[in-house]
């Protein structure tokens, strides 16, 4: 291999990650958070690559055994995107972890993850955005592109459940039962603003009326 830098792989902080992710990253923003970072480094220290490993982002995922690559970005160095794939593994795989989960974008051939171990479970369909009323967000360079999930196990995770399996969950859309006023029947919350409570103003009034007793000091 010759003409190819010698890397190595170093702890790097959660705000060096994050930075170097700010400069470098072709579509994403810096995580929320991480369990660890890693670094790869040549000979003289130039940070040339940086994974950033934490809880899996689809709370389906979210067993204790897991964790996810949420953002891996070099700078074009050869070898130093599979580098880190592997050695992000590692040390899940030594903390005690049995899974380690990771997306590409959908025309990103994989060839570093397939290189490190990994292996594709599924193929995800395009989201047309990730903004929810629990989680406001505005729109990404992610929405309308379609995924791809990796995963890399230990032998003994054959207990763990089929990744494809908890993917139909995260790719099922979320359905909640109506919610009921006090008197059974359904309440219509609008759109915006505060969830409403009663389904009428009869009921409003008639729960407020049933507080008011219940508050009233008995008679000596």
């Known amino acids: ?21 700010d400069r470098v990253h072709r579509h994403h923003r810096r995580p929320q958070g991480h369990q660890y970072s890693l670094g790869a480094v040549t000979a003289d220290g130039t940070l040339v690559g940086v994974a950033i490993v934490g809880r899996p982002v689809a709370r389906h995922f979210d067993n204790g055994l897991t964790v996810e690559v949420t953002r891996l970005a070099t700078d074009g160095t050869a070898n130093a995107c599979s580098l880190l794939y592997a050695a992000a593994w590692r040390t899940a795989r030594a903390a005690g972890y049995q899974r380690a989960i990771t997306y590409t974008q959908d025309g ?43 995963e890399i196990t230990t032998h003994d995770a054959a207990a763990l459940p089929d990744l494809r399996d908890e993917t139909r969950n995260e790719t099922r859309p979320r359905t909640r039962p ?26 409003r009034q008639r729960a407020y009326r049933q507080r008011q007793q219940a508050n009233a000091t008995p008679p000596r």
């Not at 291999?1 to 992710?21: D, K, N, Y």
């Not at 171990?117 to 990404?140: C, F, H, I, N, Y």
């Not at 919610?179 to 409403?196: D, E, F, K």
């Open 1 to 21: 291999m010759t003409g190819q830098l010698r890397l190595h792989v170093r702890p790097v902080t959660f705000a060096v990650a994050c930075g170097f992710v």
């Open 178 to 203: 109506p919610r009921r006023c006090v008197c059974g029947q359904p309440i219509n919350s609008p759109p915006t603003g505060r969830p409403a409570r009663y389904c009428s103003p009869a009921c």
């Open 108 to 150: 990103e051939p994989g060839v570093s993850l397939r290189a490190a171990g990994w292996t594709k479970v599924a193929e995800l369909p395009a989201r047309p955005g990730w903004d929810a009323p629990s989680r406001p967000r505005t729109s990404r360079g992610t929405d309308n592109i379609r995924r791809v999930l990796w």
